[in-house]
């Protein structure tokens, strides 16, 4: 069924979907007092209440016994991984990934970029002490990730500016880049190297390398990304090590995609 413009949307449940997005697109935020949502929402908060509860009896939203605010049900988790699952690339992305970890000893993500962010849909660890805290689940600004970057990077101009035209770019640390000009500049030189670095632009002491995965057009559809602790992602370890590998198996997996490249 193709949407028309003309169709009369539901309003319960846009709002519904409104009320997904707040606690979506919070940062270090994980529950929401009623008063909280009904001012994000622009709702009353009865409407909000009602809203709430139907959610909640679904299991979608649960409320803390102990702040009573609200946060995420396990329900939205089993709808998110029932997502994933459906994903045929992460089916086929997942004995490369354990490949890569084989080879270099260094946790490897796979992510996609929507609407500006990172959405790290899976993980393989490495087997160190001392590992970086998984993004998986989260959505991470795309402009300070090697995942996101390296997407970004084959999008248009028009494209670019939709996404940042106008928008804070938020430092995270010493070394995120903050301006749209410096951005661009930056994605023109990942675009000429295929592979883009996170030099601790997201996390401090973190750093990753992320090279993309193509389909058949040629046209990045995710990315995969080898990170651990700057102390162990010496430049040497990165370019020498682990982007030759990590570049042949995701050409192995682009290949499987029908990329011809």
Same mark, same amino acid.
């Given at each position: 069924m193709t949407y028309k413009a003309n169709v009369k949307l539901v309003q319960s449940v846009l709002h519904a979907l409104?009320?997904?997005?707040?606690?979506?697109?919070?940062?270090?935020?994980?529950?929401?007092?009623v008063t909280e949502l009904s001012k994000s929402l622009g709702l009353h908060k009865n409407n909000v209440f009602r809203l709430l509860a139907t959610l909640e009896s679904r299991g979608y939203i649960e409320q803390?016994?102990?702040?009573?605010?609200?946060?995420?049900?396990?329900?939205?988790?089993?709808?998110?991984?029932?997502?994933?699952?459906?994903?045929?690339?992460l089916k086929l992305s997942k004995p490369f990934m354990e490949k890569i970890v084989s080879e270099v000893n260094e946790s490897v993500y796979?992510? #996609?970029?929507?609407?500006?962010?990172?959405?790290?849909?899976?993980? @393989?660890? $490495?087997?160190?002490?001392?590992?970086?805290?998984? !993004?998986?689940g989260k959505d991470v600004p795309a402009y300070c990730t090697a995942i996101g970057k390296i997407q970004l990077a084959y999008a248009s101009e028009e494209e670019i500016n939709s996404i940042y035209m106008g928008a804070r770019l938020k430092?995270?640390?010493?070394?995120?880049i903050t301006s749209l000009p410096e951005l661009k500049k930056h994605l023109k030189d990942v675009l000429k190297n295929d592979y883009a670095l996170d030099n601790e632009e997201y996390e401090e002491?973190?750093?990753? #390398?992320?090279?993309?995965?193509?389909?058949?057009?040629?046209?990045? @559809?995710? $990315?995969?990304?080898?990170?651990?602790?700057?102390? !162990?992602?010496?430049?040497?370890?990165?370019?020498?090590?682990?982007?030759?590998?990590?570049k042949r198996y995701a050409r192995e997996i682009s290949k499987r995609l029908g990329y011809q490249g």
């Open positions: 409104q009320l997904f997005e707040v606690f979506r697109t919070a940062e270090n935020k994980d529950e929401f007092g803390n016994p102990e702040t009573e605010n609200y946060r995420l049900g396990i329900e939205i988790f089993n709808l998110g991984q029932q997502f994933i699952n459906k994903l045929g690339i796979i992510g #996609i970029l929507r609407k500006g962010y990172v959405v790290y849909l899976d993980i @393989v660890e $490495a087997n160190q002490n001392v590992r970086v805290v998984s !993004r998986v430092r995270f640390t010493d070394n995120t002491r973190v750093r990753c #390398i992320a090279v993309p995965i193509k389909d058949y057009l040629g046209v990045p @559809v995710a $990315a995969l990304s080898v990170t651990g602790p700057a102390c !162990r992602m010496s430049d040497d370890k990165i370019f020498n090590e682990i982007y030759p590998v990590a």
